[in-house]
C-alpha cells in the first residue's frame, strides 16, 4: 500500500501551477524593494510575479511594466524594453497608463541610439496621454531624439520607409553537407572496423578551423541548477524570460522556443516526476518523446530492425550499423538507437540502478507514453547516456562571480567551462576517442560545431578527446578513466608512446621522468634510468601531497585579497616542493606559475607577473600543444600585462597569438577574450603607425 501511495504521488501534475495569490505577494514586495531602490531584489520579485500568473491576467501584465521599470534603473535597456513591448501588447494592462510604458520603451532605445523607434514611442505615448502635465515632458524626449538624426534619416522617418531586418548567421553554412551523414561536412567517410567500430576518416584535405560536423541535439535537458538563469529549451541566458503558461518554473527566451518546447514539455509539465528525476533519465524519456510525436507526423521507425541494434556489433550485409535500406546515416531515432550500449560490460550496480529507473518511470508514466514507453528500450537508452551523453558547455569568466571591485584588482583573468546542459549527439557520438585529438568542440546554443584543430590529410582517422586528455592526466590515469566509463582500452599514438609531461623526476639532477617499476614486494617504486637510483613511490605522493596543501593555503589567501604576501608566501613553498618532484612541463607547475602571476598582476608587479606567466605558456604549450585554448588563454593574459607594463611590442606578440589561436575555437562575438585581443590588436596597430610610422613591422 505504501508504495502504491508513493507512485501516485509521483503521478500528480499540480505541483508549481500558477496561483494569482502568490504573484500578489510577490508583486507587493517586489514594489517595498523598488520603493527603497533595491533594484536586483525588486527584480527578483517581479519575475516571480510573471511565473505565478496564470496567463492574460492584469497581474501578468503589471510584472512585465514593474518588471521593465527594475530592469531600466539598471541600464539594462534591451531587455527592459522588451517587458514594456510584453506589457504594452496584453489587453489586461490598463489605457490610461500605457502612455508611461510608450515613454519608458523609448527612454530604452534612445539609449541603444535607436532614434527612429524612440520617436514613433514618443508619438504614441503623447497620443495616449490624458494628463496634460506628462506631455512636455514626453516631449522634450521627443525633440531631443528628433535632434539626434541627420535631416536625410528625418525624411525618411516622414516617408515611412521601415529598415530591412538583419538576418542571422546560419551555421549550417559553415559546411558542404555530406549526402550519406547527416549533419556532417562532404569531405568524412563513415567507415567501419571489426576493431575500431564506426568512425570517420577525411576524404579530402581539410584545413585547421575548417568545420566537420555542425548537428542540434536529438534530445537535451538543462542543468537544473540553471533552471533560473537560462531558456528551458535553447539555454542562453535570458533575464527578460517569458514563462510557461501552466507551471511556474520553466523560462524560456522567446516564443519561439515556447513552441518548440512543447513536445516534450507539455508531458513534463507540473509532473512531481519531472521535477524529481535524474537528468540523464529525463534525457531518456525526451528521445522517447520525440520518438513518438514524430510517429504521429508520419515517421515510422522499424521496431524489429531497430532492436537488433542491441546485438553488439550488428550490421545488415554490408551495411553500417544504423544506416537505412539506401546506406544513409540520418542521426535519427534508428541512428540512435544504434549506438552501443555496453549493456553486458556495465558494473552490476550501475546496471541494477538503470533498470530501477526504467521501472519506476514505466509505472508512474505508463498513462502518459501510451504503449511507446517500452521498458527494455528505456533500460538499453539510459545504458547509452553513460557512453554517448556530451555535456554542452560554455566558456565563462571566474572573476563574474566575485564582486565587482575584487576582479577589477587583477589583470590576470581566470576562464573556465561550465556544464550548461546535458544531450545526445547523434551523429558525433561516431567520434572515435583519442588523448591528442585533431578536433574540438564549440556550442552556440544547443548547437555542436566540430572543428579541426590541424591540417588533416586524406584517409586520416577524425578524433575527438571524451574527457582524458595527454595534458590533463597521465597514461595510467587516462587509461583507468576511459576503462571505466567508456569500456576501452586507448591505443591511440599517446598512449603507445608512455610518453607522458606528467610525472615524478629524479631525486639526484638527474632532470629526466622516474620509471615505475612493477614490484612484486608491497609498495610503488621508482628508478632512475640514467643514476638506477631507486626511490620510494609512497614518498613521493606524500610530497605531492603536501604541495597542494601549500597550494590550497595559497588559493585562501588570494581569495580574501586582504594579504597577497602570505599568498605568495605559500605560493613559493608549493612551488619549492613540486620544482623538487615533478617533471618540469608537469601541469601542476603550470597551475602555481599562474597563481604567483595573477598575485603579481594585482601588486602591479609587471616583471614578475609576466615571468610567471611566460613560464606557465612553455609548460601549456608542451602539454596542451602549439593551438590549444589553454595556450591561447596565457598568451592573452601575458598581452594585457605586457600592455600595462608598456612594453607594447611584447604586448601586440601576445595578443596577435591569442587572437590567431582562440578565433579557431571560438567566435568573436561569443568569446570575451578573444574581442578584448582583437580591440588590443587593433589599438596597438594604430599607436605604432602614428608613432613609428606605416612600415614599423619591417
Given at each position: 500500500n505504501?508504495?502504491?501511495?508513493?507512485v501516485?504521488k509521483?503521478?500528480?501534475?499540480?505541483?508549481?501551477?500558477?496561483?494569482?495569490?502568490?504573484?500578489g505577494?510577490?508583486?507587493?514586495?517586489?514594489?517595498a524593494?523598488?520603493?527603497?531602490?533595491?533594484?536586483?531584489g525588486?527584480f527578483?520579485s517581479?519575475?516571480?510575479?510573471i511565473l505565478?500568473s496564470?496567463?492574460?491576467?492584469?497581474e501578468l501584465?503589471?510584472?512585465?511594466?514593474?518588471r521593465?521599470?527594475?530592469?531600466?534603473?539598471?541600464?539594462?535597456?534591451?531587455?527592459?524594453?522588451?517587458d514594456a513591448s510584453?506589457?504594452?501588447?496584453?489587453?489586461?494592462?490598463?489605457?490610461?497608463?500605457k502612455?508611461?510604458?510608450?515613454?519608458?520603451r523609448g527612454?530604452?532605445?534612445?539609449a541603444e541610439?535607436?532614434?527612429?523607434?524612440?520617436i514613433?514611442?514618443?508619438?504614441?505615448?503623447?497620443?495616449?496621454?490624458?494628463?496634460?502635465?506628462?506631455?512636455?515632458n514626453?516631449?522634450?524626449?521627443l525633440?531631443?531624439?528628433?535632434?539626434?538624426?541627420?535631416?536625410?534619416?528625418?525624411d525618411?522617418?516622414?516617408s515611412?520607409?521601415?529598415?530591412?531586418?538583419?538576418r542571422?548567421?546560419?551555421?549550417?553554412?559553415?559546411l558542404?553537407q555530406?549526402?550519406?551523414?547527416?549533419n556532417?561536412?562532404s569531405?568524412?567517410?563513415l567507415?567501419?572496423?571489426?576493431?575500431?567500430g564506426?568512425?570517420?576518416?577525411?576524404?579530402?584535405d581539410?584545413e585547421?578551423?575548417?568545420?566537420?560536423?555542425?548537428?542540434e541535439?536529438?534530445?537535451a535537458?538543462?542543468?537544473r541548477?540553471?533552471e533560473s538563469?537560462?531558456?528551458?529549451?535553447?539555454?542562453?541566458?535570458?533575464?527578460?524570460f517569458?514563462?510557461c503558461?501552466?507551471?511556474s518554473?520553466?523560462r524560456?527566451?522567446?516564443?519561439k522556443?515556447?513552441?518548440?518546447?512543447?513536445w516534450?514539455?507539455?508531458l513534463?509539465?507540473?509532473?512531481?516526476?519531472?521535477?524529481?528525476?535524474?537528468?540523464?533519465?529525463i534525457?531518456?524519456?525526451?528521445?522517447?518523446?520525440r520518438?513518438?510525436?514524430?510517429?504521429?507526423?508520419?515517421?515510422?521507425?522499424?521496431?524489429?530492425?531497430?532492436?537488433?541494434?542491441d546485438v553488439?556489433?550488428?550490421r545488415?550485409?554490408?551495411?553500417?550499423?544504423?544506416?537505412?535500406e539506401e546506406?544513409?546515416w540520418?542521426?535519427?531515432?534508428?541512428?540512435?538507437n544504434?549506438?552501443?550500449?555496453h549493456?553486458?560490460?556495465?558494473?552490476?550496480?550501475?546496471?541494477?540502478?538503470?533498470?530501477?529507473?526504467?521501472?519506476?518511470?514505466?509505472?508512474?508514466?505508463?498513462?502518459?507514453f501510451?504503449?511507446?514507453?517500452?521498458?527494455?528500450?528505456?533500460?538499453?537508452?539510459?545504458?547509452?547516456?553513460r557512453t554517448?551523453v556530451h555535456?554542452?558547455?560554455?566558456?565563462?569568466?571566474?572573476?563574474?562571480?566575485?564582486?565587482?571591485?575584487?576582479?577589477?584588482?587583477?589583470?590576470?583573468?581566470?576562464?573556465?567551462?561550465?556544464?550548461?546542459?546535458?544531450?545526445?549527439?547523434?551523429?558525433?557520438?561516431?567520434l572515435?576517442?583519442?588523448c591528442?585529438?585533431?578536433?574540438?568542440?564549440?556550442?552556440?546554443?544547443?548547437?555542436?560545431?566540430v572543428?579541426?584543430?590541424?591540417?588533416?590529410?586524406?584517409?586520416t582517422?577524425?578524433s575527438?578527446?571524451?574527457?582524458?586528455?595527454?595534458g590533463?592526466?597521465?597514461?595510467?590515469?587516462?587509461?583507468?578513466?576511459?576503462?571505466k566509463?567508456?569500456?576501452?582500452?586507448?591505443?591511440c599514438?599517446?598512449?603507445?608512446?608512455?610518453d607522458d609531461?606528467?610525472?615524478?623526476?629524479?631525486?639526484?639532477?638527474?632532470?629526466?621522468?622516474?620509471?615505475?617499476?612493477?614490484?612484486?614486494?608491497?609498495?610503488?617504486r621508482?628508478?632512475?634510468?640514467?643514476c638506477?637510483?631507486?626511490v620510494?613511490?609512497?614518498?613521493?605522493?606524500?610530497?605531492?601531497?603536501?604541495s597542494?596543501?601549500?597550494?590550497?593555503?595559497?588559493?585562501?589567501?588570494l581569495?580574501d585579497?586582504?594579504?597577497?604576501?602570505?599568498?605568495?608566501?605559500?605560493?613559493?613553498?608549493?612551488?619549492?616542493?613540486?620544482?623538487?618532484?615533478f617533471?618540469?612541463?608537469?601541469?601542476?607547475?603550470a597551475?602555481v606559475?599562474?597563481?604567483?602571476?595573477?598575485?603579481?598582476?594585482?601588486?602591479?608587479?609587471?616583471?614578475?607577473?609576466?615571468?610567471?606567466?611566460?613560464k606557465?605558456?612553455?609548460i601549456i604549450s608542451?602539454?596542451?600543444?602549439?593551438?590549444?585554448?589553454?595556450?591561447?588563454?596565457?598568451h592573452?593574459?601575458?598581452?594585457?600585462?605586457?600592455?600595462n607594463?608598456?612594453?607594447?611590442?611584447?604586448?601586440?606578440?601576445?595578443?596577435?597569438?591569442?587572437?590567431?589561436i582562440?578565433?579557431?575555437?571560438?567566435?568573436?562575438?561569443?568569446?570575451?577574450?578573444?574581442?578584448?585581443m582583437?580591440e588590443l590588436r587593433?589599438?596597438?596597430?594604430?599607436f605604432f603607425?602614428?608613432?613609428?610610422g606605416?612600415?614599423w613591422?619591417?
Amino acid at each position: 500500500n505504501q508504495d502504491k501511495l508513493n507512485v501516485s504521488k509521483l503521478r500528480r501534475r499540480d505541483i508549481d501551477s500558477k496561483s494569482i495569490k502568490e504573484a500578489g505577494e510577490w508583486k507587493q514586495k517586489g514594489n517595498a524593494q523598488f520603493s527603497k531602490k533595491e533594484l536586483e531584489g525588486a527584480f527578483e520579485s517581479y519575475s516571480q510575479v510573471i511565473l505565478h500568473s496564470p496567463p492574460n491576467c492584469e497581474e501578468l501584465a503589471f510584472g512585465y511594466a514593474n518588471r521593465s521599470a527594475a530592469l531600466f534603473h539598471m541600464n539594462l535597456f534591451k531587455e527592459a524594453a522588451e517587458d514594456a513591448s510584453r506589457a504594452l501588447d496584453s489587453s489586461e494592462y490598463p489605457k490610461d497608463k500605457k502612455f508611461k510604458i510608450f515613454t519608458r520603451r523609448g527612454q530604452c532605445r534612445s539609449a541603444e541610439n535607436r532614434w527612429k523607434d524612440a520617436i514613433a514611442d514618443y508619438q504614441k505615448a503623447i497620443e495616449n496621454c490624458n494628463d496634460s502635465k506628462e506631455i512636455p515632458n514626453i516631449q522634450k524626449h521627443l525633440e531631443k531624439a528628433k535632434s539626434m538624426l541627420t535631416s536625410s534619416q528625418l525624411d525618411e522617418l516622414n516617408s515611412n520607409v521601415k529598415e530591412e531586418p538583419k538576418r542571422g548567421k546560419n551555421l549550417n553554412s559553415l559546411l558542404e553537407q555530406n549526402k550519406k551523414v547527416s549533419n556532417a561536412s562532404s569531405k568524412l567517410k563513415l567507415c567501419y572496423d571489426e576493431n575500431v567500430g564506426r568512425h570517420f576518416v577525411v576524404g579530402r584535405d581539410v584545413e585547421k578551423g575548417e568545420a566537420l560536423i555542425v548537428e542540434e541535439p536529438f534530445a537535451a535537458v538543462l542543468n537544473r541548477d540553471l533552471e533560473s538563469k537560462r531558456c528551458h529549451h535553447c539555454f542562453k541566458s535570458c533575464i527578460a524570460f517569458l514563462p510557461c503558461n501552466r507551471c511556474s518554473y520553466a523560462r524560456f527566451c522567446s516564443r519561439k522556443c515556447i513552441e518548440s518546447s512543447r513536445w516534450y514539455h507539455n508531458l513534463e509539465c507540473q509532473s512531481v516526476f519531472f521535477r524529481k528525476a535524474p537528468t540523464l533519465l529525463i534525457l531518456c524519456l525526451r528521445i522517447l518523446s520525440r520518438r513518438s510525436a514524430e510517429s504521429h507526423f508520419g515517421n515510422q521507425y522499424d521496431d524489429e530492425d531497430s532492436d537488433n541494434g542491441d546485438v553488439e556489433g550488428f550490421r545488415r550485409g554490408d551495411s553500417i550499423p544504423g544506416t537505412d535500406e539506401e546506406g544513409k546515416w540520418n542521426a535519427g531515432f534508428q541512428s540512435l538507437n544504434s549506438l552501443l550500449s555496453h549493456i553486458n560490460e556495465f558494473p552490476i550496480l550501475d546496471l541494477l540502478d538503470n533498470v530501477f529507473c526504467a521501472v519506476l518511470s514505466q509505472r508512474v508514466l505508463k498513462d502518459s507514453f501510451d504503449d511507446s514507453l517500452n521498458l527494455t528500450q528505456l533500460i538499453k537508452h539510459l545504458c547509452q547516456m553513460r557512453t554517448n551523453v556530451h555535456a554542452i558547455t560554455e566558456i565563462t569568466d571566474e572573476s563574474s562571480t566575485t564582486k565587482p571591485e575584487e576582479s577589477k584588482r587583477s589583470n590576470v583573468t581566470h576562464y573556465k567551462q561550465e556544464r550548461i546542459a546535458e544531450a545526445i549527439y547523434v551523429t558525433s557520438s561516431l567520434l572515435n576517442h583519442s588523448c591528442t585529438p585533431n578536433t574540438i568542440l564549440q556550442f552556440e546554443g544547443r548547437q555542436m560545431i566540430v572543428k579541426a584543430t590541424e591540417d588533416i590529410l586524406e584517409g586520416t582517422e577524425v578524433s575527438h578527446c571524451y574527457g582524458p586528455h595527454v595534458g590533463h592526466m597521465g597514461v595510467k590515469q587516462r587509461q583507468f578513466m576511459l576503462k571505466k566509463q567508456y569500456f576501452f582500452d586507448c591505443n591511440c599514438p599517446a598512449c603507445r608512446s608512455k610518453d607522458d609531461a606528467e610525472g615524478f623526476i629524479c631525486p639526484n639532477g638527474c632532470g629526466i621522468k622516474l620509471k615505475e617499476l612493477n614490484a612484486w614486494t608491497e609498495g610503488t617504486r621508482f628508478q632512475c634510468d640514467r643514476c638506477r637510483c631507486l626511490v620510494n613511490g609512497d614518498k613521493l605522493v606524500e610530497d605531492e601531497e603536501t604541495s597542494d596543501v601549500f597550494y590550497e593555503r595559497g588559493r585562501e589567501f588570494l581569495e580574501d585579497q586582504n594579504n597577497l604576501e602570505e599568498a605568495l608566501l605559500w605560493y613559493n613553498k608549493c612551488l619549492t616542493k613540486r620544482e623538487g618532484i615533478f617533471t618540469k612541463h608537469h601541469p601542476k607547475l603550470a597551475k602555481v606559475h599562474d597563481s604567483m602571476g595573477e598575485i603579481h598582476s594585482i601588486q602591479k608587479d609587471w616583471k614578475n607577473a609576466a615571468n610567471h606567466v611566460q613560464k606557465s605558456i612553455s609548460i601549456i604549450s608542451h602539454t596542451f600543444g602549439e593551438e590549444s585554448p589553454e595556450l591561447g588563454h596565457e598568451h592573452a593574459k601575458v598581452a594585457s600585462i605586457y600592455y600595462n607594463n608598456n612594453d607594447f611590442v611584447m604586448s601586440i606578440e601576445h595578443a596577435e597569438k591569442a587572437r590567431n589561436i582562440l578565433s579557431k575555437h571560438f567566435s568573436k562575438d561569443k568569446h570575451e577574450t578573444l574581442a578584448e585581443m582583437e580591440e588590443l590588436r587593433r589599438h596597438l596597430l594604430d599607436f605604432f603607425e602614428q608613432t613609428v610610422g606605416p612600415y614599423w613591422s619591417t
